[in-house]
């Protein structure tokens, strides 16, 4: 893999790494809001239904595809 190349995968991860980031926060505010919403006082009941155990888990799925894609675009340009 060539220098040019080399740079291109370089700030593409990086992109992948600032937007998981990006993500990551967008997720804890949904969370947040689904929490003081949702669950608040009923925690342990809350999370008896599957629904509710759904709603905290969808927020995160962006930034954890994007943090995966991240490290494996660090595994080609370690490879390299």
Do not use: C, H
Not at 29 to 58: D, G, H, R, W
Not at 59 to 70: G, H, R, S
Request: net charge positive; charged share 25%; no cysteine.
């Amino acid at each position: 893999m060539d220098e040019i190349e080399r740079k291109k995968l370089l700030i593409k991860a990086k992109t992948y790494k600032m937007f998981a980031g990006f993500f990551t926060i967008i997720g804890l505010v949904v969370f947040f809001m689904i929490y003081i919403n949702n669950i608040e006082n009923q925690l342990l009941e809350s999370l008896k239904k599957p629904e509710t155990v759904i709603m905290i888990i969808v927020p995160f799925i962006p930034a954890l595809f994007l943090t995966w894609k991240y490290k494996s675009m660090f595994k080609k340009i370690d490879k390299s």
